[in-house]
């Protein structure tokens, strides 16, 4: 009798228990975290590569937005997270960037939301691209969590380099060998700086539009003397 009531017993306490550790589980806190695909290699943090030079010098600055998401109880309310500069792992001039430390958490009945930060053309940026490293921290709403989603960086120049977009394809296809002069004359006749983006049907119709104003008005490399050609047929 007594062995019965010993394990009647211990089960009743187990069940307890059980149940109590079960309600640690159930708590208050909201956990924060960036939102951004794996990178390749050994990267752990969300890295954005940008540069002034492709645009019209009327830009003065570009607004970045990234993902924030939650873990833990809808919001009923706006609240803040925070945010700030990785001084030890940024270079860039303060002068250049405009981030609100406090930044809002919309009660959109979703747990997903976006920081903003502002990165303005500054001359500085036309000798060399700047870094700046931005990463969550906890405050009286949000917690941290997921140590290697805690990290974005911009690195941002003022300089030109060859496009992402303008690949072997692209050259073999449709543009031809590059130059920044044939990207400039191809921007301003098309309006079109993200190539990459438009489908084979976009591409090919752009190209041949390039293609009709070159054979109107003919233009030059740098050199003066190379006529600027594409290969799409047409």
Known sequence: MKTRLFILLTALFGVVACSYDEADY??????????????????????????????????THKDFYVPVEFRGY?????????????TDSTDMPDDCVQLNEEQIFHAQGVNRDSMKVTIFRR?????????????????????????DSLYVEFVVGDIFMRPDWWTYAVEQAYLGTFSKEKY???????????????????KRSYALMFKRSLEANPRYESDGKTLMTVPIAG
């Open 26 to 59: 159930f708590v208050d806190t909201r956990f924060i975290k960036f939102c951004y695909d794996a990178l390749e290699g050994d990267a752990t943090y969300y890295l954005t590569e940008y540069s002034f030079a492709y645009e019209d010098d009327t830009v």
């Open 74 to 86: 809808d919001l009923e309310q706006d609240l803040t997270f925070r945010v700030e500069i990785d």
């Open 123 to 147: 001359p500085i940026l036309q000798e060399a691209s700047k870094r700046v490293r931005i990463k969550l921290v906890s405050n009286e709403n949000f917690q941290t969590y997921m140590q």
């Open 184 to 202: 400039d004359a191809f921007v301003e006749v098309t309006g079109i700086r993200e190539f990459g983006e438009l489908d084979s049907s976009a």
